[in-house]
């Protein structure tokens, strides 16, 4: 029985792969450009922080404050509306 394909051609499989993953070559088409790609840095950001699931409206109309790329907001179990483990029972 043949060999499989992929280990005829190690070399050539290899850097194929390589370049399908690349950040520098064939990134209009390439997997990293196609789940990533065009990006740009952030220019505002700002939160507010709230004990409770808020409706779109309300929610806009809160006093933001500045915020930065890596600030911590307190834990996780703020962004689902309450304390650790509410609505499991």
Known sequence: MAAAPALKHWRTTLERVEK?????????????????GASCPVAVLSSFLTPERLPYQEAVQRDFRPAQVGDSF???????????GSGWS
Do not use: I, M
Not at 74 to 84: C, I, N, W, Y
């Open 20 to 36: 399908f993953v690349s950040p520098l070559y064939f990134t209009d088409c390439n997997l990293r450009g196609r789940l990533f």
């Open 74 to 84: 307190g834990p996780t179990s703020l962004a689902d509306g309450g304390p650790a």
